[in-house]
């Protein structure tokens, strides 16, 4: 019912940057907070980690400690897009990055885009 398609993932080196962003749509999509996480290499589901979230209206957002100063989350409402900037890489943001939309009690995943930061 909710459809979520990340893009912009690739590889760079260490320091470089790269710009996710996660496209929703779907017939019950409305107005409600999105988050990116991370799944790093050789971990489960599970322990997906946190990396940054954003209110509907874009006026709050929040980060892990780990990407803080580094990553900028952002969105277009008239897109229905989130975007994550990523600046400052370092070999310890390689991971799939998805982003989520909560609803009603159910966790809408996208398919998940790969980042590889080289050192």
């Known amino acids: 019912q909710v459809q979520l398609v990340e893009s912009g993932g690739g590889s760079v080196q260490a320091g470089g940057s790269l710009r996710l962003s996660c496209a929703a749509s779907?017939?019950?999509?409305?107005?409600?907070?999105m988050g990116w996480f991370r799944q790093g290499p050789g971990k489960e589901r599970e322990e997906r980690e946190f990396?940054?979230?954003?209110?509907?209206?874009?006026?709050?957002?929040y980060y892990a400690d780990s990407v803080k100063d580094r990553f900028t989350i952002s969105r277009d409402k008239a897109k229905n897009t989130i975007y994550l900037q990523m600046d400052h890489l370092t070999a310890e943001d390689t991971a799939v990055y998805y982003c989520?939309?909560?609803?009603?009690?159910?966790?809408?995943w996208g398919q998940g885009t790969q980042v590889t930061v080289s050192s």
């Open positions: 989520k939309y909560s609803q009603r009690g159910t966790d809408y």
């Open positions: 779907g017939p019950t999509f409305s107005s409600k907070a």
């Open positions: 990396v940054a979230a954003i209110s509907w209206t874009g006026a709050d957002t």
